[in-house]
């Protein structure tokens, strides 16, 4: 069973850019999750997908960050405009059941100049 | 407000012998609590949990204790191995199913 992949696994953008990152999950776990760890703090959690629907949206910093599952398979999340605070390592992670354990991509390592 | 909290960036100990992780939290809502092991470059991994009903679950080398009085958890890894070096994350989890973590305590065994 392939697990959770996420691209690009780096990307480096200038202030004010777009970059938008992208999760599949596991197959057939129907939530997806958005964390963020930025600066080597805690990861932080961002949103919740179940299937298409925003379960949970109240990590979302600001209204530059959109995030969509269309199809309830892959997610993805765009920055716009980019931001220098913006930069940090972006997790997913998805999960059979909302009680099961989540499963954890590599990460997106967005840094913004 | 960080509801989660590991007092220990970094941890050193020498192969072979307990390693200790400890974790406090001050949400008391909190009903399952998990750890997690990163390697570099990598995202975190599922290593042991334990439900706020219970006050020890045990995993081969890996034994998680929960004192909810003192709503303190700790990870004991014995023996340790060179292999379990990486940052060790510490999260919570309440009914609605997202996850709060830790800062995170890098761990190195040392041959």
């Known amino acids: 069973e392939a697990g959770v992949t996420q691209f690009p696994s780096h990307s480096v953008i200038e202030k004010g850019q777009t970059v938008t990152l992208r999760c599949d999950p596991i197959?057939?776990?129907?939530?997806l999750y958005w964390y963020r760890r930025v600066m080597g703090k805690e990861i932080k959690f961002l949103l919740h997908?179940?299937?298409?629907?925003?379960?949970?949206e109240s990590g979302m910093p600001n209204n530059r960050f959109l995030a969509e599952r269309t199809g309830g398979t892959y997610s993805t999340l765009k920055v716009q405009p980019a931001e220098l605070e913006d930069s940090g390592v972006y997790f997913c992670?998805?999960?059979?059941?909302?009680?099961?354990?989540?499963?954890f991509g590599p990460g997106t390592r967005l840094l913004v100049l | 407000d960080q509801q989660v909290k590991q007092n220990s960036p970094s941890l050193s100990v020498q192969e072979g012998r307990i390693s200790i992780l400890n974790c406090d939290y001050t949400?008391?809502?909190?009903?399952?609590f998990l750890w997690y092991k990163k390697y570099p470059a990598e995202g975190p991994t599922f290593l042991i949990s334990?439900?706020?009903?219970?006050d020890k679950n045990e995993d081969g080398r890996f034994t998680v204790f929960l004192n909810k009085s003192a709503k303190h958890l700790s990870l004991h890894i014995v023996p340790s191995q060179p292999g379990d070096s990486a940052v060790y994350f510490c999260?919570?989890?309440?009914?609605?199913?997202?996850?709060?973590f830790g800062e995170g305590t890098q761990l190195t065994v040392n041959p």
């Open positions: 999260a919570a989890i309440t009914s609605g199913s997202r996850l709060t």
């Open positions: 334990i439900s706020s009903i219970k």
């Open positions: 197959s057939g776990h129907d939530n």
């Open positions: 949400n008391s809502m909190f009903d399952y």
């Open positions: 997908f179940v299937k298409e629907s925003k379960q949970d």
């Open positions: 992670a998805s999960s059979r059941d909302r009680e099961e354990t989540q499963y």
